[in-house]
Each structure stands twice: as C-alpha cells, then as structure tokens.
C-alpha cells in the first residue's frame, strides 16, 4: 500500500475481481479465475460507462447480460450474484463524482437490463439446443432401432449412457423402458414412472396440440413430434420438459414403439419467471415497475368499446427533504410504507398500483364506470396518506399532489395519457401540493413538461439562456443594504422566464447543476466586485450565492471557488454560500469538509430554510456555519396582527440559540413593516423579501443602496 488514492481505472479493476470471485465458482468455463477477471473487465467497463454517461442507456446493461451467458456463466446463481455484486458495488466504484440517487437509480436500471439481456440470450441459446436435441434424437432414433435388431448390449449402452431422458413405450402406451436420467427427473422411483399408462401422464398446462401430436404419432400417421410439456413428478410438483417423441418401426416397417427424448428444463423456466418478475417490478417496494405498467396501461387504453380508463399520477411533497435529511435508508422505508398503503387503496378487479420511480407512484382503474371509480381511487390514496409514517421514533407527514387523468378507450396512446398525467400533478404541485386536479386537455397543452425541460437544459447553458436576479439583504437595525442573494432564471424561448424550482431539481437530477451552478457563481461574484468598484460609498456588498447538495459532493467545488474569487477579484469575506439545513443535516466529516475549508478562507456559509429539515439544534455546533436563513413559513406566521404566538416564541428560542453560537440570524419572505418590525425585536440581525425589494436586475440593487444612503 502506497497510500495513494485509487484512480477509476483501479477502481474499476476491484470490481471485476470482486466479480469474478463472485461467479467463478458457479461458471462452466475452463478459465481460471483471472482469466475470467479478464473477461469481466470489459463488461464493467461498459457498465461502468453506462453508468455515467450523459444521456443513460440501458442497452448496455442488456449487452452486458447476453455477455454473461456467451461467457458460460448460464447458471440462474451466476446472474443473481453479479447482480448482488453491481448493486453493492458498481455506484461504490465507479461513481464516486456523481450524484448518489441518480447513480442508484441508474445501477438498477442496469441490472434489470442486465437481468433481461442474460434471459434473452439464454432464450436464444435453449431454441439453439433444442435444434441439437430433435437432431440427436433422430441419430437415437436410428441407433436404438438398430440396437434393438442387434445386439441388446450395444442399445444398454445407448440408452444408459445418454445424459437426457429416454423412455420407450409400445403404441398402447404401456412404459417399457426408462434411462437413469429420466428416472432421476421423475424423482427416482422406478415405480412412479412405469406405473402409468403414457396418456395419463396428462398437465393443466398442457397446450391443445400436445395430444393431438401424439394420437397421430401411435397411429403411425406422423414419424415425430415435439412440444414443450409439464409432468406431475410423483410427489406432486411439477416437472418442466422439452419433449421430442419418435416412432419407432419394426423391420418391415410397421409401427412399432414410441421413443421418448426429453430435456429438463424446469430451472430454466424457473429462472425465466424469475427474470420476467425482476424486469417488471420494482426491487424496493415490490410494486409492478414502469414497464410492466406501460403494459397494462396500453392495453387499457386500447380496450375494445364502452371501456374506459382512470389514471391517478402521485408525487410526493417534499420527499427530497425527508430523504436528504434523514438519509435514504429512511427515505426508502417511507417509500415502501406508502407503496404498502397505495397498494391497499387498489384492490379491485381491473385496479392496479405501480412505482414508476423514485418517490412517484401511479394507480389505475379500467372498466365502463371509471369516472366514478378514479375519483374514489384518488380520495382513497389521500386518505391513505393522512396517517403520519413513524421511521426512527419520528412521525413524518406525508402528502403527495396527483394528477389525474380519465377518458374512454380508443382515442390516446399511453405516452400521450401518462404525459397528460404528469403534467396535471405538476398543476397540482404548483397549487400548493396536497391536493388532486383533474388533466385539462387546454392546460396540457400549454403546458411544459419535465422531460422537454430536462433534455433543453444543457443546451441552454451553452445558449446563454440563464440570468440571475438579486434580491437585496437589509440590516434590520438600520435598514441599510448589506448584500444581495442571487436567484437564478431561465428564459426559455418558447415558455418564457421560469423560476428556478421548474429546473434547478431538474437540473440536479441530470448534473447539469454543476456546470450550471459554477456558472451562477462567477456571473455573482462578477457582480459584487462591479458593485464595490461603482458603489464605493455604500458599503461593501455581500453577495450570496445557493449550493446544491450535488454541489457539495462534487471535488471542484473549492478550487473553483478560489480560481473565480482570485480571477474576478473579490475577497472571500465578501461571499456566502448558502446550503440548505437539509443537505447538511446527518452530513459526515468527508462531506463538510470542503464547506469547512471555504469557511477557514472567509466565506461565510448559510443555513438556508432553517426550520424545514428535521435538523437537531444541537446539532449546530458541529456545521461549519455562521448565518442561519430562517425559512419563509416562519414569517408568514406573523403576517397577522397580532402574530401568532407560538410562532413568536420558536423564531426568539431560535434567535437567541443561533446568537449564543455565534450565528447571525437573516429572515426570509418580509412582505409588511409590521413583520419586519416584529422580527427586529425578537433579535434578527438581517431580512430579505418583498417588503424591500423583489429581486431584479443588479442595477436595481444600489438604487436601493443609494437611497437608503442618502435617506
Ligand atoms: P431560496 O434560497 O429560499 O430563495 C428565496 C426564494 O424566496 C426566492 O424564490 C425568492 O424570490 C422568494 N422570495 C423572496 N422574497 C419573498 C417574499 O417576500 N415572499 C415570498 N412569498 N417569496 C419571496 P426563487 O427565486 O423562486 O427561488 C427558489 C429557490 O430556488 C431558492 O430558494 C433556491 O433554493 C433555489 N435557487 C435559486 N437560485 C439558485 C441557484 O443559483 N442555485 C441553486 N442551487 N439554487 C437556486
Ligand atoms: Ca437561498
Ligand atoms: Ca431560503
């Protein structure tokens, strides 16, 4: 050991040999274990690739699956342990810059590709064999004919020898002979197997030509036959088989014995029905996943006359702050409670609940009545939520926004519905959240959907189609300007200025933010250090300036910092970075170590939303911060004369334990004097809102200044 930090490619060399110590011992190959390592190299790569590639495609976790079976490790055990293996380690080690949650989501993705691919190739393998089998079984058939005009020794060895089953039955269908391999599929018994005539060996599951095939075969008017058929074993399971049944004819020609050939493939199907379920449901909670319900959703919206069809399309509110500051093992057991209670509300013939991802869900009525049906649905899902979910001794709130679409059978493709679906619920949310709307077809189409801002937002960074408003922070005390946060916008150039909670979590998402984020950051800093250069006389400006969490993560984030403060020329006293209490809460040493580098530099960091998280105050201590932002709803609370008085009494306990830590205090969201005037007895040092200032162009900003200068 060097002590030297591990670069990706060494990364990616541990796991291939995790890997292949994972499969190696349940492959069929000859290789040798590093052998095989190098044969998995490449597969991880590709996943590894996948992994992080800008636009994701799962066409490589599929490639990587049929590679597996191409590379010999067919057994059902070797896909379940590389899949084991790329979910504890593939994010692990190949994903260390990027954004957690979308790296996980992503690595599962991959291995239900991988899943798919691997039952794909195997597919084409068994037809493959299949063909090998129905020709040995012409070989058999000759040479067992011959065996049996000649010598009964030569046929023993044949017959024994062979590793499929064969059983020779005369054309009444009594059992004459059976191999070791046929006995040993059956269980064993001698007993079980001869004691029943051929046409008894009957299966639910039997297709409707198996025993046609047959009954032409005794009667001497078909030469072979082949089927894919289910026995009963003795003790009652069920035994899967490829079938091949011969006939058999004496010297002179005349129908004689049946041979049967047959395979045992009931792992196989096992394995089929396993990746099948894999592929269409979801491994957290259980819930059929987006495929399997895009499945059920075509066939509903394709449904024949007088059906119909109702869509309930649930996000929940506010599911990132939960899963940011309690972490995703919460986050991920509060998923599976509200799968659990989503899942109780649909239990209708025709009704169904699907995760499509992340935290959100869909359920689905069909029949003639579901205009009435998807009203109920959506008030049952409500009424689910109502109840708080209890995770660590804490009870959390839940509330999700639907949107819900219903209409007749026949007239919109299932694209179109859960478009339709997704943009109502975005409705839904921007009312507030908490509530259902119904989709109108007017408003769908002026609406903006995520996945069209999702795929614009590179491009429009590159456009230049962002710019930054700032809004003035002010000294209670005095009313003085001492800075200003900049908010960022996008002027989209068909849907105009959007405000940053349309893409910044669209932004995060795609890690867009960082580039997107960086940029917003030079443009401010620019910005401050103009206004102190032209507005000498009114103080030096602060400028704040929001992190992302993903921002956080990202190793750039110091150097970057410097480099734009030392280039554009602006003391580190003169920037503060706010984070939310929500990325920081539960954070690790590893993850506050950059904040507590820019913070030993001079920059202030901010606790922005303070009072939203789950935060423990105490807590507080151990953050590298030294500005708390109360967040808006506490504000809000003291729009009325007079101010509600618990809310008093929390924003005091607040103030005077963030000023016994040494923390200034700002406040967000003053729209009256009377506000402000309250929040400047309970002891805030700074306020930001409408009461002051919307935010603007920069001009804007030392207008105010000057003014409070002067006046
Ligand atoms: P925030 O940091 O809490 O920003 C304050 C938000 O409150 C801004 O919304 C601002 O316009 C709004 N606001 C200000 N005064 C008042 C008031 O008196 N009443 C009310 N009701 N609202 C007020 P905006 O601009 O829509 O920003 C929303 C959020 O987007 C911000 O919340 C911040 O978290 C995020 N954001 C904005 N710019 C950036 C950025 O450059 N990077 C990152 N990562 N996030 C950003
Ligand atoms: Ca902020
Ligand atoms: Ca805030």
């Known amino acids: 050991m060097t002590g030297e930090p591990d670069g990706p490619e060494d990364r990616l060399r541990r796991f291939a040999t995790i890997w292949s110590r994972a499969v190696f011992p349940i492959t069929s190959t000859s290789l040798t274990r590093p052998e095989l390592e190098q044969q998995l190299l490449p597969l991880a790569r590709r996943l590894s690739d996948a992994l992080k590639a800008r636009?994701?495609?799962?066409?490589?976790?599929?490639?990587?699956?049929?590679?597996?079976?191409?590379?010999?490790?067919?057994?059902?055990?070797?896909?379940?342990?590389?899949?084991?293996?790329?979910?504890?380690?593939?994010?692990?080690?190949?994903?260390?810059?990027?954004?957690?949650?979308?790296?996980?989501?992503?690595?599962?993705?991959?291995?239900?590709?991988?899943?798919?691919?691997?039952?794909?190739?195997?597919?084409?393998?068994?037809?493959?064999e299949q063909e090998a089998i129905y020709q040995a079984a012409l070989n058999a058939r000759s040479t067992v004919a011959e065996a049996l005009h000649a010598s009964e020794a030569r046929f023993r060895a044949v017959f024994e020898g062979a590793a499929i089953g064969i059983g020779i039955a005369d054309l009444e269908g009594n059992i004459l002979q059976v191999n070791g391999a046929l006995l040993r599929m059956f269980g064993g018994s001698e007993q079980g197997v001869r004691g029943r005539k051929v046409p008894e060996w009957t299966h639910p599951e039997d297709a409707p030509q198996v025993w046609r095939l047959y009954e032409e075969l005794v009667r001497g008017e078909r030469e072979h036959y082949h089927v894919e058929k289910a026995f009963y074993r003795p003790d009652g399971t069920a035994l899967w088989t490829n079938l091949t049944v011969s006939l058999l004819r004496d010297a002179d020609g005349r129908p004689q014995y049946q041979l049967a050939l047959m395979e045992d493939t009931t792992e196989r199907r096992l394995l089929n029905l396993r990746l099948r379920y894999e592929a269409t449901?979801?491994?957290?909670?259980?819930?059929?996943?987006?495929?399997?319900?895009?499945?059920?959703?075509?066939?509903?919206?394709?449904?024949g006359n007088d059906q119909r069809f109702g869509l309930c399309y649930l996000d929940l509110d506010g599911f990132k702050t939960i899963n940011d500051s309690l972490g995703h093992a919460a986050g991920d057991r509060l998923l599976v409670e509200v799968a659990d209670r989503l899942q109780s509300c649909a239990t209708a013939p025709g009704e169904m609940v699907a995760r499509l991802g992340g935290d959100e869900f869909v359920a689905l009525t069909t029949g003639p009545d579901t205009e009435r049906e998807v009203d109920a649905l959506a008030d049952r899902i409500m009424n689910a939520l109502v109840t708080p979910v209890r995770i660590d001794g804490r009870e959390l709130t839940v509330r999700g926004s639907i949107g819900i679409v219903e209409g007749p059978a026949g007239e919109r493709g299932p694209a179109e519905v859960l478009r339709s679906a997704d943009i109502t619920m975005y409705r839904a949310k921007s009312a507030g959240g908490n509530r259902f709307e119904l989709a109108d077809p007017e408003a769908d189409a002026r609406a903006i959907t995520r996945h069209g801002l999702t795929t614009a937002l590179?491009?429009?960074?590159?456009?230049?189609?962002?710019?930054?408003?700032?809004?003035?922070?002010?000294?209670?005390?005095?009313?003085?300007?001492?800075?200003?946060?900049?908010?960022?916008r996008w002027l989209h150039p068909q849907h105009g200025v959007l405000g940053p909670d349309r893409f910044i979590p669209l932004a995060e998402h795609t890690g867009l933010i960082v580039p997107l984020g960086r940029w917003v950051l030079e443009q401010s800093v620019r910005q401050a250090r103009q206004w102190q250069e032209r507005h000498a006389d009114s103080g030096p400006l602060r400028i704040n300036?929001?992190?992302?969490?993903?921002?956080?993560?990202?190793?750039?984030?110091?150097?970057?910092?410097?480099?734009?403060?030392?280039?554009?020329?602006?003391?580190?006293?003169?920037?503060?970075?706010?984070?939310?209490?929500?990325?920081?809460?539960?954070?690790?040493?590893?993850?506050?170590?950059?904040?507590?580098?820019?913070?030993?530099?001079?920059?202030?960091?901010?606790?922005?939303?303070?009072?939203?998280?789950?935060?423990?105050?105490?807590?507080?201590?151990?953050?590298?911060?030294?500005?708390?932002?109360?967040?808006?709803?506490?504000?809000?609370?003291?729009?009325?004369?007079?101010?509600?008085?618990?809310?008093?009494k929390i924003v005091e306990g607040i103030v005077s334990l963030a000023h016994s830590l040494d923390l200034a205090v700002t406040v967000e969201g003053v729209e009256t004097g009377a506000q402000a005037e309250q929040l400047r007895i309970l002891g805030c040092d700074t306020a930001q809102g409408w009461y002051y200032a919307r935010p603007g162009p920069p001009e804007r900003l030392h207008e105010l200044a000057l003014v409070d200068a002067t006046g």
């Open 55 to 128: 636009t994701f495609d799962a066409a490589a976790g599929q490639a990587v699956g049929a590679a597996l079976v191409a590379a010999h490790c067919t057994d059902p055990e070797a896909l379940s342990r590389s899949l084991d293996c790329v979910d504890a380690y593939l994010v692990l080690y190949c994903g260390e810059d990027g954004p957690q949650e979308a790296l996980r989501t992503r690595s599962a993705r991959l291995q239900h590709a991988m899943a798919a691919g691997f039952a794909g190739a195997l597919r084409e393998r068994t037809l493959a």
């Open 281 to 303: 449901h979801d491994a957290l909670t259980g819930l059929p996943n987006r495929t399997l319900f895009f499945e059920r959703l075509e066939k509903a919206v394709s449904a």
């Open 458 to 488: 590179p491009a429009a960074l590159d456009r230049g189609e962002f710019f930054i408003e700032y809004q003035p922070l002010v000294h209670l005390g005095d009313g003085s300007v001492h800075g200003a946060e900049a908010l960022v």
């Open 545 to 648: 300036v929001n992190l992302s969490p993903c921002q956080l993560t990202h190793p750039g984030l110091v150097q970057d910092t410097v480099d734009i403060l030392e280039r554009e020329g602006l003391d580190a006293e003169a920037l503060c970075l706010e984070v939310t209490e929500s990325a920081l809460i539960g954070a690790d040493d590893d993850l506050l170590k950059p904040l507590r580098r820019l913070a030993e530099m001079g920059v202030d960091i901010a606790l922005d939303d303070f009072g939203t998280g789950y935060s423990n105050l105490a807590n507080l201590r151990r953050l590298p911060v030294s500005i708390l932002k109360l967040d808006r709803s506490f504000t809000q609370g003291m729009q009325q004369f007079p101010a509600d008085p618990v809310d008093l």
